[in-house]
């Protein structure tokens, strides 16, 4: 019968267990649980009979019993520590070899403890001796084994990496995600888990990417037309990397020209990231915007090949494709306010002075506070007008799609940008600068007079200055009367007064 209650209790606790679920904690104790509990059952409910057939056979089990219960304990301990406790305090995580070399020392002394104080007349010297000649034996047959230990001990010893760190170690590049006793865990950008047995790291070059502190170099070739002079090149480099997201300012990017190819002139681009993790993105997103700025100043980035091609445009085809490219952009002037009353010929010809720009998603068009005098036209995409505000952060006041414009006040007046706009979408604009807007009014003078009252008019009925701005595009005058806009127009461009 008393079988039976050791086996109902056993059954119990297991099915327990599986109700419960492998998670957490008990997912480290459950084999201790098991043997623990039915060791103590069968002290409980078969300790007499086993007694009477010999009295260390009943010991035996409690004494099973009572190490097993202290090793549940220690794992529960061990766990609220340095798992719980940690993810709690988002602490640096402790190597599992640590942490189960410190669990087998306690286990150790708590065996010591439960033989001297169950079996008091068991002679330890004997048992240490039995202890040393199998030791012997088995670290003969697990040397391999013994050599991933020691080498585990020395890595935490000398802690060239730690948990979290990104390293390469023989060829492999990943995050370190656990350290054990036997091997090291790492997590590579691909997902995948590599194992290394601590040996081989211990004879292999490690790369720490993470200390002594996070910062990295990276680099990557590019390469720039014979025509684009380097100085050029390279302020165009420096001035599109200051706007990616994730390059350190400091250290400063650096522009390295290293060579001249047989179709390009070659430059070494390196920056400096603080989050190894993100070096692919970074990389991306700088190549991204290097494409942008090279298009907009006109830098070719030419092709490795040979290319030889024969296309004869005539005339008559560069004047037709000229005129269709006035013929839109007058169009999309004529539809805006600002420009409705220009003289149709003063239109065509102000259309051909319009330059087209590319600029990528996020990318900076204009910013609050720089000095500017030229004028925007969307002619495809989305610009977002955000302004910043006392406390340092930036709203949203407006957004330009397609056949929208801003910069106008800074055309007309030369005053600061009130505000920063940035592509939401690839956007493509049109830019008008102030010396060609000059020639237009000084052949019609009584202009500037129109285009201060349009001015005015989106001015008014604004109660506040962050929405006069947002009413009035980029404008700084917002409520001004129409004189005194009229008095900044004619002294920007220098026009002598009108009866």
């Not at 409980?44 to 099973?64: D, M, Q, R, T």
């Not at 306690?106 to 001796?129: D, E, H, K, S, Y």
């Not at 390293?167 to 950008?189: E, I, Y």
């Amino acid at each position: 019968m008393a079988v039976f209650e050791v086996l109902g209790v056993y059954v119990l606790v297991s099915l327990v267990q599986l109700a419960w679920g492998q998670k957490g904690v008990l997912r480290r104790i459950t084999w201790g649980l098991n043997l623990g509990v039915l060791s103590g059952a069968i002290y409980y409910f078969l300790g007499e009979p086993l007694a009477e057939i010999h009295v260390y056979l009943a010991l035996v089990f409690k004494a099973a019993f009572l190490f097993f219960a202290a090793l549940v304990a220690t794992r529960i301990v061990d766990w609220l520590l340095f798992d719980a406790l940690s993810r709690f305090r988002k602490a640096q995580p402790i190597p599992v070899v640590l942490r189960d070399i410190g669990c087998w020392l306690v286990m150790a002394g708590l065996l010591f403890l439960i033989i001297r104080t169950i079996f008091p007349a068991v002679n330890l010297n004997v048992l240490a001796f039995s202890s040393l000649v199998v030791g012997y034996i088995v670290a003969n047959a697990t040397q391999d084994t013994l050599g991933n230990l020691v080498a585990g001990l020395a890595l935490n010893t000398e802690t060239p990496f730690q948990i979290g760190d990104w390293v390469n170690v023989g060829g492999h590049t990943g995050q370190v995600v656990d350290m054990t006793w036997r091997a090291t865990r790492l997590c590579t950008k691909n997902e995948d888990y590599i194992i290394i047995p601590n040996s081989s790291i211990s004879r292999e070059p490690i790369s720490n990417y993470s200390r002594p502190t996070p910062v990295h170099a990276q680099s990557f070739m590019i390469g720039a037309a014979y025509e684009a002079p380097p100085k050029r090149v390279r302020e165009v480099l420096l001035e599109t990397l200051k706007t990616v997201p994730g390059i350190q300012t400091d250290p400063h990017p650096r522009i390295y020209l290293t060579g001249y190819g047989d179709s390009s002139i070659q430059y070494r681009v390196k920056y400096f990231v603080n989050d190894f993790d993100q070096i692919d993105q970074i990389e991306s997103d700088a190549m991204d915007l290097i494409w942008y700025a090279f298009r907009r100043e006109g830098i070719g980035i030419p092709f490795p090949i040979r290319d030889v091609r024969l296309h004869t445009i005539s005339a008559d085809d560069e004047a037709r494709a000229d005129g269709a490219r006035r013929s839109e952009i007058g169009r999309i002037l004529r539809g805006t306010d600002l420009f409705a009353s220009v003289p149709e010929e003063e239109l065509d010809r102000l259309a051909s002075h319009f330059r087209e720009a590319l600029y990528a998603k996020g990318e900076c068009l204009v910013k609050q506070g720089e000095a500017g005098n030229s004028f925007f036209l969307v002619r495809s995409g989305r610009v977002a007008v955000a302004v910043r505000e006392d406390s340092g952060r930036e709203s949203v006041v407006a957004r330009i799609e397609a056949g929208g414009y801003f910069g106008e006040m800074s055309l007309m007046t030369g005053a600061p940008r009130t505000a920063t706009v940035r592509a939401e979408t690839d956007t493509a604009v049109l830019i008008l600068s102030h010396t060609e807007m000059a020639d237009v009014l000084r052949r019609n003078p009584r202009l500037a007079e129109v285009i201060a009252t349009v001015l005015e008019q989106r001015n008014q009925g604004l109660s506040d200055h962050l929405a006069a701005r947002k009413g009035a595009g980029l404008g700084s005058d917002s409520g001004r009367p129409v004189g005194v806009l009229l008095e900044k127009i004619r002294s920007f461009f220098k026009l002598r007064g009108t009866t």
